[in-house]
């Protein structure tokens, strides 16, 4: 029966659904959505879609056969002998289809999404050159996560290729299996894939109920660390208490005292933000405090200082520990008595805002040396929340280039949807000691310069990848016609080698030409080829 009307937007349900009972055999039912917004049910660990117009009414098919939409699986193997084990600890509870060949298994996949999808490692092997120092399932793997990224690859290898296999999971497979197949093993491997699942299904809908919808994509991450300090900023935002943000330069302080505001109390009022290191000496008090007319040279006009236009909301001062001795007094005075005074006034002012600090320096260090005031240094060392360098976070990098993808693709009219396994595999390899930032730029200048739909090499910087092996970017998938392959990774260096001797002359054509010993004619032709402008590189 088809759903009239467009599909409503569905969260989990904790409480048990109606008609979820001893029919079932069920303690509860849970509602949440999958990768198509479609509502999902989740019985015993495995997933069943419920038809919406049930759902909308509050009613549930009395039967299993009624409600069940069986998933799929896609077992890729030479083995029928394995072929037939997998199927038979499965194939009850999903409709099976078993390749014989890489190829073969790459285009059913293509066709529909596969709940697991079990791969031969013995068979996505071949053709793998002995010698090769990088993980090559990453290249073997990309084309199945980029289609459907959700899938569940899981790795069938015997125990002599056990360190095969786990480069394939390194790559992106969720987990892999021993042969000769153990049904108990593929049991409690599908389980413990489908449990890991729910789990997040259910860790996202709580984080989803606390924070606001505009931050949702900001608080996602893989790292331990960012989650301390998340949960830090769950505990704190809804209070009064001053909070003091630590890290090195380009760690997003900025994005997580707006993150505290958005979540606080205050967030219909103001958030005023100061950058303290960008102001000179002379004038941090007035951009604080305010000023009175004629209060010193050029003072025309009575100004309002942050303090005083932040009034219940809050205020953030970044890089506070480059603020002059005099502005820490009155600082201190702001922390204790809620009161200041404007610069030339003589009567106090009352404030209450809420107050965040950030610092890229260690300020007790400062406070020891004498280079900081102590008493403010206790004042603003409340509660103090540590932000990990990139380089720390290396699990979440994946994540915030997707975002930064997204934001792209909206100013620039471009669609670009991914980045290639070998770009990834530098970008963890990085020290990124401009932190986010850096990253952030690095991304917007790649972006910029792709001509593709996919981030690739070609794009970055070449010191960028001098630690890492010079091979084409290219899909070696045993998809493709070894013509193919060949084709695109003679494309892919020549497209690369363009993008590189322009950004060295700065888009002029004739040394350009001129260093690669063609012709002017050639360049612009191999230019309007690859959908190169010489623009991009002045």
Not at 161 to 171: F, L
Not at 225 to 244: D, F, G, N, Y
Request: aromatic share 8%.
């Amino acid at each position: 029966m088809d759903c009239p009307g467009p599909k409503p937007s569905f969260k989990a349900a904790e409480k048990p659904a109606k008609g979820c009972g001893s029919d079932y055999g069920l303690l509860y039912c849970k509602i949440s959505l999958n990768e198509y917004n479609t509502p999902v049910f989740f019985e015993d660990l495995f997933f069943r879609e419920i038809n919406q117009e049930y759902f909308q009414a509050g009613i549930f098919p009395s039967s299993h056969r009624d409600m069940k939409i069986r998933k799929s699986v896609l077992i890729a193997t030479g083995s029928e002998q394995t072929a037939a084990a997998v199927q038979e600890c499965l194939g009850h509870r999903f409709d099976v289809m078993v390749a014989n060949a890489e190829k073969d298994c790459f285009e059913l996949f293509q066709k529909k999404r596969h709940e697991f999808v079990f791969l031969d490692i013995d068979l996505i092997s071949a053709g793998i050159p002995s010698h090769s120092n990088d993980n090559p399932y990453i290249n073997i793997l990309a084309p199945y996560l980029q289609i459907f990224p959700t899938t569940e690859i899981i790795i069938i290898s015997p125990q002599a290729s056990i360190r095969k296999a786990v480069n394939a999971v390194k790559a992106g497979a969720s987990n892999y299996v021993t042969s000769p197949i153990d049904i108990e093993e593929v049991r409690l491997v599908t389980k413990k894939i489908q449990d890991d699942i729910i789990t997040q299904e259910e860790l996202d809908y709580l984080r989803d109920q606390f924070w606001d919808t505009d931050f949702l994509e900001i608080v996602k991450t893989n790292s331990p660390k960012m989650k301390e300090v998340l949960k830090k900023i769950r505990s704190v935002a809804p209070t009064k208490t001053t909070v003091l943000l630590l890290g090195e330069t380009g760690t997003g302080k900025g994005v997580m005292a707006r993150l505290i505001h958005a979540h606080s109390n205050r967030k219909g009022n103001q958030f005023i933000g100061v950058h303290c290191g960008a102001i000179p000496d002379t004038l941090i008090e007035s951009e604080l405090f305010g000023h009175e007319k004629g209060a010193f040279t050029g003072a025309v006009k009575r100004k309002l200082g942050k303090f005083e236009i932040a009034k219940e909301g809050t205020i953030f001062l970044d890089e506070i520990n480059t603020i002059t001795s005099s502005t820490q007094i009155k600082l201190l005075q702001v922390l204790q008595d809620r009161t200041f005074q404007p610069v030339g006034g003589e009567v106090n002012i009352e404030t209450d805002a809420r107050f965040i600090a950030a610092s890229n320096c260690d300020l007790q260090e400062m406070a020891e040396s004498g280079e900081f005031r102590k008493d403010l240094y206790y004042r603003l060392n409340v509660f103090p929340i540590e932000l990990p360098p990139l380089r720390d976070r290396k699990e979440d990098i994946p994540e915030l280039v997707s975002q930064f993808i997204r934001q792209l693709n909206l100013f620039h009219a471009k669609q670009i949807s991914g980045v290639h396994p070998v770009v990834l595999e530098a970008l963890h390899a990085y020290e990124w000691p401009g932190n986010i930032r850096e990253l952030e730029n690095l991304i917007e200048r790649a972006h910029i310069l792709e001509t593709s739909s996919t981030l690739t090499a070609e794009s970055f910087p070449m010191e960028f990848f001098q630690n890492q092996p010079q091979i084409a970017q290219v899909n070696l998938s045993a998809s493709k016609t070894l013509a193919e392959v060949r084709r695109a990774g003679i494309e892919s260096i020549e497209r690369q080698y363009l993008k590189e001797i322009l950004s060295i002359n700065k888009g002029r054509i004739a040394p350009s030409a001129r260093d690669a010993d063609i012709s002017t004619r050639q360049l612009h032709k191999l230019l309007t080829k690859y959908g190169i402008k010489k623009v991009e590189f002045k």
